[in-house]
């Protein structure tokens, strides 16, 4: 008796457990949807490619424990060492603003979470990315390769340079703000190519700048005002 009892017992456990697995799961996919539908599509986001990835994209796995709960609130969140993990609008936003195909090669200064190399590598065929600070790059590099993403690659140190063995590539992604763009990201930027980049200084109100490259010329559009944490050089970290 005492055996059937604790047999059931522990089985009933196991069910708990297991459903209310599930259910967590269940609730951040639904918080992701309804993510995706008053933050992002009703907002004007319309690129289908970039719909799916926000959609896909488990969000909450990219920020600390304890504020998983908050992963898809509409707004930005802390990811360590001061940095933060842009609001998920503004992911998209830029995203979109690309105009990314499934062929592009792409390059991200500032990898953070990983969260938006990873919405780039659903949409194209592969993503390079550059983080400063050591301990946030290998933690997403670690992260990305857990989640099974092959066509990302994380690379420490300084963006300002960009990524000269990969280049030219046809999309950039600059997700710290620097105060003049540099110039090996325009010069690493592929015919037709795109960039997006926040530009201005630190603390103060951005300008997020979209680059074209169009017949060897850079025609340049100013199509937001954002605040992004800044953008610094190996010096400016050692002294911080
Ligand atoms: N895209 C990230 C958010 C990045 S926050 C995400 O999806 O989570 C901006 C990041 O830029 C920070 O992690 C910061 O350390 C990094 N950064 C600042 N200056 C940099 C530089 N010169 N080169 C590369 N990364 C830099």
């Known amino acids: 008796m005492f055996k059937i009892t604790y047999f059931?017992?522990?089985?009933?456990?196991?069910?708990?457990?297991?459903s209310i697995g599930?259910?967590?799961k269940d609730l951040f996919t639904d918080l992701r949807e309804r993510m995706v539908t008053t933050q992002i599509i009703a907002r004007g986001i319309k690129d289908p490619k970039v719909i799916e990835a926000?959609?896909?994209?488990p969000r909450h796995l990219f920020v600390p424990e304890n504020i998983r709960g908050r992963a898809y609130d509409d707004r930005p969140?802390?990811?360590?060492?001061?940095?933060?993990?842009?609001?998920?609008?503004?992911?998209?936003?830029?995203?979109?603003?690309?105009?990314?195909s499934s062929g592009d090669k792409a390059l991200e200064i500032g990898t953070g979470s990983g969260y938006q190399a990873a919405i780039l590598a659903e949409i194209v065929?592969?993503?390079?990315?550059?983080?400063?600070?050591?301990?946030?790059?290998?933690t997403a590099r670690e992260r990305l390769k857990e989640m099974g993403y092959k066509n990302i690659f994380v690379e420490i140190g300084d963006g300002y340079k960009?990524?000269?063995?990969?280049a030219p590539f046809n999309a950039i992604i600059v997700t710290c703000a620097p105060e003049k763009i540099p110039r090996?990201?325009?010069?690493?930027?592929?015919?037709?190519?795109?960039?997006?980049?926040?530009?201005?200084?630190e603390g103060s109100i951005q300008e997020l700048v979209l680059m074209k490259k169009e017949k060897g010329m850079i025609i340049r559009e100013e199509v937001m005002k954002v605040l992004f944490v800044p953008m610094i050089?190996?010096?400016?970290?050692?002294?911080?």
């Open 8 to 18: 059931s017992f522990i089985l009933l456990l196991i069910f708990f457990t297991i």
């Open 22 to 24: 599930a259910s967590r």
């Open 54 to 57: 926000m959609r896909k994209v």
């Open 77 to 100: 969140l802390p990811i360590g060492e001061g940095q933060t993990i842009s609001q998920p609008y503004i992911v998209a936003f830029m995203t979109e603003a690309l105009n990314l």
């Open 125 to 138: 065929k592969e993503v390079y990315t550059i983080e400063i600070r050591p301990r946030l790059g290998e």
């Open 162 to 166: 960009g990524w000269p063995e990969k």
């Open 184 to 201: 090996p990201l325009i010069d690493q930027l592929a015919e037709g190519g795109r960039m997006i980049i926040p530009v201005g200084e």
């Open 233 to 240: 050089t190996e010096e400016e970290l050692k002294a911080r």
